[in-house]
């Protein structure tokens, strides 16, 4: 299992790899970065100071070693670098130093703030609002789902199968401006929530950020909707393979409780695509919040990208893609050691 690990984790980097590639090349054909840094106004020394300071002096290939550099864990740094860039980590060597590191994102063009600062301050939020649909998703959609194959054919089969399509089908922006309109507008008087809202209210004495959840109800469930038709409609169908093996049959010819069969010998040899399912879309999730952040005016790294966007504040556009790719492939990995939790078998 351990070499299965490292391998994974060698195909990770090279994927981190190919995204780091696209990503600079992809974003450094936008405009004049100096131009952007310094704004309409500014003379020719004050635009060749910036331009020098950002590398962009240099061959497009240096450019690319260079940001390589910054953004690796691993890599070589001056000690004037180190000072400048304010890099955290473990550095070993005199004036030129091997550095053990925090990868380095650059700095906002638009707020002159490091990169990585901005982004793991809305990270919190993007995090708390994931985990609240995947939960959502997974307490709701698998005993929907069991319960809809052990009750093959009857309404709640067919409720299950219709609601989850209906479900699926839906883009979570369209679900999203649906939910807020009815929920957040129409019926706040009874519903007590709005349409959009942070996951913190400023404390006026104090000043103090106060942690509110009644925000994330709205966003959490236009979030959740599709994560959770779909581990419902994958619950329904390993259940209904699961239920016709040999090892079901024996288990109630021993005089097991059905429930014990369905929920404890069932459930979990149906789990491994439910498992792909619920890592691969707490991933996605993590990535692709960011209409719903949008929408529901949610602080989370969804919502900073928006606005970098339309600021043309690519370093922090680039800092989010990157971290969102290093969720995926965490997340794979995560989701290849689950299986040989859950299923023995696969460790063989």
């Keep these: 299992m351990l070499g299965y690990i490292i391998r994974k984790a060698i195909y990770g980097i090279l994927v981190m790899a190919g995204v ?51 953004v690796s864990p691993l890599a070589i740094h001056s000690r004037e670098e180190i000072a400048a860039k304010k890099l955290k980590g473990f550095f070993i060597g005199g004036e030129t130093k091997l550095a053990i590191k925090v990868p380095y994102l650059r700095r906002s063009y638009q707020t002159k703030r490091a990169v990585t600062g901005i982004l793991m301050e809305a990270l919190p939020g993007t995090l708390m609002l994931t985990l609240a649909a995947m939960a959502l998703a997974v307490v709701v959609g698998i005993p929907l789902g069991v319960v ?37 507008f129409i019926l706040t008087k009874y519903t007590g929530l709005h349409i959009t809202g942070n996951w913190f209210d400023i404390d006026p004495v104090t000043g103090r ?32 393979d699961v239920l016709d093996q040999d090892y079901i049959r024996t288990a109630y010819a021993k005089g097991l409780r ?20 619920v890592t691969g879309w707490f991933a996605e999730l993590l990535a692709g919040a960011f209409f719903v952040e949008y929408i529901f005016g949610w602080q989370g790294i969804g919502k900073v990208t ?30 290849d050691i689950l299986y040989g939790v859950f299923d023995p078998r696969v460790r063989i």
């Design 20 to 70: 780091v590639l696209l990503v600079f090349f992809l974003f450094q054909g936008f405009g004049d970065p100096s131009r952007l840094v310094m704004g309409q106004s500014g003379d020719q020394k004050t635009q060749e100071n910036i331009r020098r300071e950002l590398y962009l002096d240099q061959p497009k290939w240096k450019q690319f070693l260079l940001y390589v550099n910054d």
């Design 148 to 184: 809809a194959a052990v009750r093959q054919n009857s309404w709640l089969d067919t409720s299950a199968i219709f609601s989850s399509i209906v479900g699926i089908s839906a883009p979570s922006f369209f679900m999203g401006i649906i939910i807020a309109y009815v929920f957040g």
């Design 209 to 240: 950020r106060v942690l509110t959840l009644k925000n994330l109800i709205l966003p959490a469930i236009t979030l959740g909707i599709r994560p959770l038709a779909i581990i419902t409609q994958l619950t329904r169908s390993a259940m209904l």
């Design 258 to 277: 059905k429930r014990t069969v369905i929920w404890k010998h069932g459930l979990k040899n149906a789990l491994n695509p439910v498992i792909t399912a």
């Design 306 to 335: 928006v606005d970098a966007l339309e600021k043309l504040d690519y370093p922090v556009v680039m800092g989010s893609v990157l971290i969102s790719a290093a969720f995926f492939v965490i997340m794979n990995i995560v989701a």
